[in-house]
Every structure is written in C-alpha cells, then in structure tokens.
C-alpha cells in the first residue's frame, strides 16, 4: 500500500499505472534511475491522494454520476478517439487497465468535475473598476502585433491514405477555387481541419510569430500570407514537419503594431481575472479538502525512515514494459488553464484522447 485517503487505499500498483500511462501516451522512455523513479512515485502519488479526497468529497455533496452518465461519457470518448469497441478493449488491456478500472476513473472524473464546476460559479464577476484597474496595470501589454486573420484549407496524409492522394486532393481543391468556387464553402465541406471548416475555414487571428509556430514546417509561412492582399489566397503549400498540406487565406491584415483599446480587451480581461479567482477558490479547496480528510502517505514516510530505499529502489514490471506500446492509450490527463496561461495542477484522470492530425 502506497496511501491510504481516509478508508480507501491507493496501491503502489495503481501509481506505476498511472506513470505508465503518462510515459506511454508522451512516448517517453521508460528508463529512470532510481531517484527519478522515486520522485515520479511521489509526484503521482500526491495527485491521486488529492484526487481521492475529492472525490470523496464530492460522494458527500452527493455529485457523483449515476451509471447512465457513466455510459455515456464513455460512449462519448469512444466516438471521439474514432476506436472500435475491439481497438477500445486492446488499448486499455494494453494498458494495464480493466474495463471498470475506466468507468471507476471515468465516474471520478464527472465527480470532481462537478464539484470544482459547482465551486467555480461562487467566484464574484469583476467589477469595471477591476476591469479598469487591470487594464492599467497591464497596459503595456495590450498591444495588438503585425500579423493577419487567416483561413486555411487543410488535407493531411494520414486521412487520405498517404502523400500522393493528399497532395492529389488538395491541387483539386486549388482548381476548385481557382474556377470561382467560395473559399469558405470549400473549407467547409472538404477540409480536414474540423475545428475551422464548421467556420468556413476561418482560424482567427495570428502574430506573425503565431503562424511560425503554428506551422513550423512552413519557414516562409508569414511572408508568404503578409504579401498577399486581403481576399487572396496561396497555392498548395506542405508542412514539411506534419507532412499536411494547407491552402491559406488572407482575411484582414495588420501591417503595423497597434495599442489596444479597454473596449478591445474587456471581455479578455474579465475572463482572466474570473480564471485567476477561480484557481484561488480551487487550490484552497484542495488545501481544505486534503486537511479534512485522514491521508496516510507510507510511500513517503518509508523513504523518510530509510532514505536508502531512493538508491534501492526498483521499477515493477508495469513499468518495466512501458514504452513499447505504439498504439495510442487511454491516458491519464486532467489540464484547466489558469487565467495567466500556466497549468492548474489537479489530479490526473483518466480520459481517452484522440490526437488530431490537424490542430490549430
């Protein structure tokens, strides 16, 4: 036994798990030494005590789903990583993982989900003299830089049974467009970029720094849309490091920097001011959650006693074979922003994700 979050017990099983898991779906090497192992145990360890007292928490607001919900959830995710019920039960046989070792996980996660959800609408909406006052603190870096709105066609190898068709379809798209057709209807119906092709194709704004790193493999991707004249679109253009091939529209340009108007920047300042309290709210519940409920951590406390035990300290067979999985997994991922664009840490749970060859 690793922990034990008042009557329940986490195992040293369930903490290899979960390392397996992060290592597998990052496509890390399974090969630490005996101090990272030790510090990777601890790390994950803390997270799932955090998690189990949550969640314990959260039985005691009675917000724990019912099994219809469950079911449904786990439907949801199945669709979204496009696996067949075969390829489901491999991956999370492969991952160590039963089939109600998932819903358990999956019911969890809905659970503590509603808990900080339900949390979160007791924060206070900033006032405009919050709003005000932060903008003035902050003036500085409300600055709209040199770049462009842009709309992308986009066509990727991997939905098209490899280079030469995806090359073939997009060059037919550009003789579509080429003859009259509408961009934006184009993008909609054959664009393989979903989260844009439901808008047409638009993307929505982009420094010219953005663009370079949106797509790294198109080194001259900013010049290329700069010079163009709003309306214009480019030729077929390949990322050479996705491999995809993208046609790009300019929308509007900004040639020059501009300072940003409080109008400008309201609704992003009352959203990051509303995070910001939100993750103040979140962390105390944590604090207040782990200080009411009786946690045992035996992992650390063995260490402690025996500080040997880091030197000593060998991975189990779990993880001993990780990292030879080349499917993709049900990993272990649980991420909220935090108005200033660094990571809520909360519990790791698990979900199925589905890596999108196109992503904006």
């Given at each position: ?284 519940l944590v604090v207040v959650t782990l200080t009411e409920t009786t946690t045992k951590n035996y992992l650390a406390e063995r260490i402690v006693q ?44 698990i979900q199925l994700e589905h890596k999108r060859s196109l992503e904006w």
């Amino acid at each position: 036994m690793a922990a034990k979050v008042g009557s329940r017990e986490i195992t040293l099983k369930q903490v290899d798990s979960t390392i397996k898991q992060q290592l597998d779906s990052s496509g890390g090497n399974a090969s630490m030494t005996p101090a990272e192992l030790v510090a990777a145990r601890l790390s994950v360890l803390d997270k799932l005590i955090q998690e189990e007292a949550l969640f314990q928490r959260a039985q005691k607001e009675n917000l724990v789903p019912d099994d219809i919900k469950v079911n449904q959830e786990v439907q949801k995710r199945k669709q979204e990583a496009s696996v067949t019920e075969e390829q489901y039960q491999n991956q999370i046989k492969q991952a160590g993982f039963t089939e109600e070792d998932v819903r358990d996980q999956v019911r969890r996660q809905l659970a503590i989900n509603e808990l900080t959800e339900r949390q979160k609408t007791r924060v206070s909406a900033p006032t405009d003299g919050d709003i005000e006052k932060y903008y003035s603190d902050h003036k500085t870096e409300f600055k709209a830089e040199r770049g462009a709105d842009i709309s992308v066609i986009a066509v990727s190898p991997n939905n098209n049974g490899g280079e030469a068709a995806a090359e073939q379809k997009i060059r037919a798209i550009y003789a579509q467009l080429r003859s009259g057709a509408d961009f934006a209807t184009i993008a909609s119906q054959k664009s393989e970029e979903q989260s844009s092709a439901i808008r047409g194709g638009r993307l929505g704004f982009a420094s010219e720094a953005g663009l370079k790193q949106s797509f790294p493999g198109v080194p001259d991707i900013a010049t290329r849309i700069m010079s163009l004249t709003e309306g214009q679109y480019t030729e077929p253009v390949k990322d050479n490091a996705s491999g995809n091939w993208y046609i790009f529209k300019l929308n509007i340009k900004r040639e020059t920097p501009q300072n940003l108007t409080l109008n400008d920047v309201r609704a992003d300042i009352i959203n990051t001011i509303t995070q910001q309290r939100q993750q103040v709210l979140l962390n105390a519940l944590v604090v207040v959650t782990l200080t009411e409920t009786t946690t045992k951590n035996y992992l650390a406390e063995r260490i402690v006693q025996n500080p040997q035990a880091i030197v000593e300290m060998r991975p189990s067979q779990l993880l001993q074979t990780s990292g030879q999985q080349q499917q993709a997994q049900p990993r272990i991922e649980k991420r909220e922003s935090r108005g200033d664009g660094a990571q809520l840490q909360s519990p790791d749970l698990i979900q199925l994700e589905h890596k999108r060859s196109l992503e904006w």
